[in-house]
């Protein structure tokens, strides 16, 4: 377990010496560092193993990554880039998956897949990977209403393409039918239903931080809430037997983590402006009365409590930052164990038409988008070079593996499936991240004037 710390303390140095000296983004240096080492000690140091305990670590780590990048998101940004994200998250993930059962069977007719095979297939490669996208942005002067964009729809994304995954593909997988009855009134029950439950969760979180001055308590709390949502969501099921009521319904885990982070977020730095103005209010009283040395010290005190809240949840987002890139390292270096290369080589032509056409499809998903955004004023445009941002920004990652372990044993195309998912997440972290590093960098004097030209706004 030593050395697997130092490899993983080792991996995470050298990655951010590249990003911090050659703008190397962090998950491209984290990828080829992991598989260096792996190749380099062998079985020295063993995080996982296997894809099973690979799926049941990103299961582990997967709140932490969601929380850190759900507090980069302001309710603000989404009431403004609502119906954006939206598109960019459901509808054009919904007609991704119509787009690959149309070409599903041409593609990969060999294997003579099933409607409900294709789902699952796609919906596995339609998952993209925040934490990369982040990490990219992070090394360049973008504005801020595409990185929202870009950002938003990675996170979102998620949450769709699982939803799709198992209560579409899965439950057909099983034996289940089809209807579109079936799939509205499961997707609503799923979204309405797990968005409700995170921002219950998202209000018991506030009152917990409420409760607490210290920093590291306010990062428990956090943790706390974002894993209890997950869970209770997840296994939602549990909760209902326990009441006396027989179903199987679970909510989504993903968005229910999402939501209570977004609402504690929303919560606390709403306070915190209302005490802000409470100040200002009562500073424009005072200028009219006799100062006192006891009006003095209360209205220091509280100046001093207010800014000490915010610079202390400030800082406490900074610790899930960091708590995220461990676990993004963790995840990188035991996904460079799973690597089989013989195993990628055997279906080197499968893992090639995946991603093409899963590349092909995103960008006329995102093509769409672009048209429909500059025929009303009730989204934001995006010109030409935000479509290419936008169309590599959908780079894959360990959900996409964890789907993978969810797909029964028995299939008789799981070999396949392993195959194509894995060598489909590691082309896009390679090429997607490659091709946006040029074209950020390209554009970036364009990309600064729009920066500026949004600021002046």
């Not at 560092?33 to 079985?43: E, R, V």
């Not at 079936?182 to 969760?201: H, N, W």
């Not at 909760?239 to 179903?247: P, R």
């Not at 409590?305 to 900074?318: I, P, S």
């Amino acid at each position: 377990m030593v050395i697997t710390l130092l490899a993983i303390a080792s991996v995470l140095y050298l990655a951010l010496q590249l990003e911090d000296k050659f703008k190397v983004p962090s998950p491209l240096g984290l990828i080829v560092l992991s598989f260096i080492f792996h190749a380099l000690m062998g079985d020295v140091f063993m995080l996982t193993g296997d894809a099973e305990h690979f799926a049941e670590l990103v299961i582990l780590l997967l709140p932490i990554l969601l929380i850190a990048d759900s507090l980069e998101l302001s309710v603000a940004d989404l009431k403004e880039h609502g119906l954006s994200l939206f598109f960019l998250a459901v509808v054009a993930v919904a007609l991704s998956v119509l787009a690959a059962l149309l070409i599903g069977q041409t593609l990969f007719s060999d294997y003579n897949l099933s409607t409900a095979a294709i789902i699952v297939l796609f919906a596995m490669v339609l998952a993209t990977d925040p934490v990369s996208v982040v990490s990219i942005f992070s090394n360049f002067n973008l504005p801020h209403k595409l990185k929202i964009l870009c950002e938003g729809e990675s996170l979102f994304n998620d949450a769709t393409a699982l939803i799709v995954f198992v209560f579409i593909g899965l439950y057909a997988l099983n034996g289940g039918e089809i209807t579109v009855s079936y799939v509205t009134e499961i997707s609503a029950l799923v979204v309405l239903g797990s968005s409700a439950l995170g921002v219950a969760f998202g209000y018991v979180g506030f009152a917990m931080l409420k409760t607490t001055t210290n920093r590291t308590a306010e990062m428990m709390v956090l943790i706390l809430m974002g894993y209890g949502g997950f869970e209770l969501a997840e296994h939602f099921y549990t909760l209902l037997h326990m009441l006396g009521m027989h179903s199987h319904i679970h909510f989504s885990g993903i968005l229910t983590c999402i939501f209570a982070t977004i609402t504690v977020n929303h919560v606390m730095m709403r306070e915190v402006d209302q005490e802000n103005a409470m100040i200002d209010h009562e500073e424009d009283v005072l200028q009219g009365k006799p100062i006192t040395g006891g009006v003095i010290r209360t209205a220091v005190n509280k100046i001093k409590a207010t800014v000490e809240e915010r610079e202390r949840h400030l800082r406490t987002k900074e610790d899930m930052q960091l708590l995220a890139l461990v676990a993004n390292t963790m995840l990188f270096v035991a996904m460079a164990e799973l690597i089989n290369m013989s195993l990628l080589w055997q279906y080197k032509t499968e893992i090639i038409i995946m991603f093409l056409a899963t590349t092909v499809i995103r960008a006329v998903m995102m093509a769409k988008f672009a048209i429909i955004t500059n025929q009303t004023d009730k989204m934001t445009n995006v010109n030409f070079r935000w479509w290419g941002v936008l169309t590599f920004a959908g780079i894959k990652g360990g959900l996409s593996i964890v789907m993978l372990m969810m797909i029964p044993a028995s299939f008789e195309h799981l070999e396949m499936f392993k195959a194509v998912v894995i060598g489909v997440v590691l082309l896009s972290t390679f090429i997607y991240s490659g091709i946006l590093i040029v074209l950020i960098g390209k554009n970036q004097a364009a990309f600064s004037k729009e920066k500026e030209a949004e600021g002046a706004h």
